[in-house]
């Protein structure tokens, strides 16, 4: 059974910052890549950023510049820094996992992150 259990999120002032963190944990082979994505209310789910196992990284216009993403072993990090009312959403890990034959998609339970004064 796998798992992706996220933390770090909550209110934070404009200009603020917060650190997500999300670990993986269960049966699983290999970690092809993690990342993260938010979803506002009534808009869809987008990518934040995302970290493959090769070390590219993948980043949303919108938070280039603002937003470090990183990882160590099963664990996913996202740095999240200047924040503007406009980031807040429920931000969700990603990861796509080796099981041996095959890889399967992850999704956290998700986690709010509000910027507001």
């Known amino acids: 059974q796998v798992q992706l259990v996220e933390s770090g999120g909550g209110l934070v002032q404009p200009g603020g910052s917060l650190r997500l963190s999300c670990a993986a944990s269960?049966?699983?082979?290999?970690?092809?890549?993690m990342g993260w994505y938010r979803q506002a209310p009534g808009k869809e789910r987008e990518l934040v950023a995302t970290?493959?196992?090769?070390?590219t990284t993948n980043y949303a216009d919108s938070v280039k510049g603002r937003f470090t993403i990183s990882r160590d072993n099963a664990k996913i990090h996202l740095q999240m820094n200047s924040l503007k009312p406009e980031d807040t959403a429920v931000y969700y890990c990603?990861?796509?996992?080796?099981?041996?034959?095959?890889?399967?998609?992850?999704w956290g339970q998700g986690t709010q992150v509000t910027v507001s004064s």
């Open positions: 990603n990861a796509l996992l080796g099981l041996g034959r095959y890889q399967q998609e992850y």
């Open positions: 269960g049966s699983f082979v290999s970690i092809n890549a």
């Open positions: 970290n493959t196992v090769s070390g």
